[in-house]
Protein backbone atom coordinates (compact mmCIF):
# COMPACT_ATOMS: atom_id res chain seq x y z
CA UNK A 1 0.00 0.00 0.00
CA UNK A 2 2.93 2.80 0.73
CA UNK A 3 4.18 1.87 -2.65
CA UNK A 4 1.44 2.75 -4.04
CA UNK A 5 0.84 5.81 -2.10
CA UNK A 6 4.43 7.12 -3.26
CA UNK A 7 3.39 6.62 -6.56
CA UNK A 8 0.28 8.72 -6.55
CA UNK A 9 1.59 11.41 -4.56
CA UNK A 10 4.26 11.42 -6.93
CA UNK A 11 1.81 12.45 -9.78
CA UNK A 12 1.31 15.54 -7.54
CA UNK A 13 -1.82 17.51 -6.86
CA UNK A 14 -4.14 15.26 -9.41
CA UNK A 15 -2.74 12.20 -7.42
CA UNK A 16 -3.44 13.67 -4.25
CA UNK A 17 -7.26 14.34 -5.63
CA UNK A 18 -7.39 11.32 -7.18
CA UNK A 19 -6.53 9.14 -3.90
CA UNK A 20 -9.03 11.88 -1.55
CA UNK A 21 -11.67 10.48 -3.86
CA UNK A 22 -10.57 6.83 -3.34
CA UNK A 23 -10.96 6.71 0.15
CA UNK A 24 -14.13 8.57 0.23
CA UNK A 25 -15.89 6.42 -2.27
CA UNK A 26 -16.46 3.36 -0.23
CA UNK A 27 -14.96 0.65 -2.27
CA UNK A 28 -11.70 -0.68 -2.61
CA UNK A 29 -9.91 -2.13 -6.04
CA UNK A 30 -10.83 -1.05 -9.11
CA UNK A 31 -14.31 -0.32 -8.07
CA UNK A 32 -12.72 2.50 -5.72
CA UNK A 33 -10.85 3.80 -8.60
CA UNK A 34 -13.63 3.70 -11.03
CA UNK A 35 -16.30 5.68 -8.20
CA UNK A 36 -14.12 8.01 -8.16
CA UNK A 37 -13.28 9.00 -11.78
CA UNK A 38 -16.63 8.91 -12.30
CA UNK A 39 -17.69 11.08 -9.42
CA UNK A 40 -14.96 13.74 -10.25
CA UNK A 41 -16.57 13.81 -13.67
CA UNK A 42 -19.28 14.82 -12.99
CA UNK A 43 -21.91 14.23 -15.99
CA UNK A 44 -19.07 13.06 -18.12
CA UNK A 45 -18.19 10.09 -16.58
CA UNK A 46 -14.84 8.58 -15.86
CA UNK A 47 -13.27 10.86 -19.22
CA UNK A 48 -14.67 13.55 -17.42
CA UNK A 49 -12.63 12.88 -14.06
CA UNK A 50 -9.59 12.11 -16.02
CA UNK A 51 -10.10 15.49 -17.66
CA UNK A 52 -10.51 16.93 -14.36
CA UNK A 53 -7.43 15.38 -13.15
CA UNK A 54 -5.06 16.89 -16.65
CA UNK A 55 -6.77 20.12 -15.83
CA UNK A 56 -5.74 20.50 -11.92
CA UNK A 57 -2.34 19.66 -13.34
CA UNK A 58 -2.17 22.60 -15.71
CA UNK A 59 -3.40 24.65 -13.18
CA UNK A 60 -0.95 23.20 -10.65
CA UNK A 61 1.95 23.82 -12.66
CA UNK A 62 0.89 27.18 -13.51
CA UNK A 63 0.62 28.17 -9.99
CA UNK A 64 3.69 27.08 -8.99
CA UNK A 65 5.08 28.70 -12.11
CA UNK A 66 3.74 32.34 -11.74
CA UNK A 67 2.14 32.23 -8.60
CA UNK A 68 -1.44 32.99 -6.99
CA UNK A 69 -0.85 37.31 -7.43
CA UNK A 70 0.30 36.92 -10.82
CA UNK A 71 -2.30 34.65 -12.19
CA UNK A 72 -4.86 36.79 -10.37
CA UNK A 73 -3.66 40.43 -12.08
CA UNK A 74 -3.69 38.61 -15.59
CA UNK A 75 -7.10 37.49 -14.72
CA UNK A 76 -8.23 40.74 -14.50
CA UNK A 77 -6.44 42.30 -16.79
CA UNK A 78 -7.55 40.52 -19.64
CA UNK A 79 -10.96 41.17 -18.18
CA UNK A 80 -10.18 44.85 -18.71
CA UNK A 81 -8.98 44.58 -21.96
CA UNK A 82 -11.53 42.31 -23.20
CA UNK A 83 -13.92 46.02 -21.96
CA UNK A 84 -15.09 45.40 -19.07
CA UNK A 85 -15.13 48.41 -16.73
CA UNK A 86 -13.65 48.91 -13.51
CA UNK A 87 -16.88 48.65 -11.95
CA UNK A 88 -18.39 45.72 -13.61
CA UNK A 89 -14.87 43.95 -12.34
CA UNK A 90 -15.53 45.08 -8.90
CA UNK A 91 -18.90 43.59 -8.91
CA UNK A 92 -17.90 40.11 -10.21
CA UNK A 93 -15.16 40.18 -6.97
CA UNK A 94 -17.77 40.99 -4.49
CA UNK A 95 -19.81 38.15 -5.68
CA UNK A 96 -17.02 36.30 -5.32
CA UNK A 97 -17.27 33.39 -2.99
CA UNK A 98 -13.44 34.22 -1.39
CA UNK A 99 -11.83 35.81 1.82
CA UNK A 100 -12.27 39.55 2.42
CA UNK A 101 -8.67 39.51 2.39
CA UNK A 102 -8.51 37.94 -1.17
CA UNK A 103 -11.21 40.45 -2.24
CA UNK A 104 -8.86 43.09 -1.03
CA UNK A 105 -6.26 42.01 -2.82
CA UNK A 106 -7.99 41.76 -6.02
CA UNK A 107 -9.68 45.36 -5.60
CA UNK A 108 -5.86 46.67 -5.24
CA UNK A 109 -4.90 44.99 -8.07
CA UNK A 110 -7.45 45.91 -9.88
CA UNK A 111 -6.60 49.84 -9.21
CA UNK A 112 -3.23 49.03 -10.47
CA UNK A 113 -4.24 48.96 -14.10
CA UNK A 114 -4.88 51.46 -16.33
Known sequence: MDKIVEKIVGLGIPGLILLVAISVSGFSGAAALTTALASL?????????IGLLGLSL??????SKYGFERIYFKTIEGLYKKGETKKTILLK????P?????KL???DLLQKIE
Open 93 to 96: IEKY
Open 98 to 102: ISKSL
Open 105 to 107: KLK
Open 58 to 63: YISQAI
Open 41 to 49: GGPLGMLGG
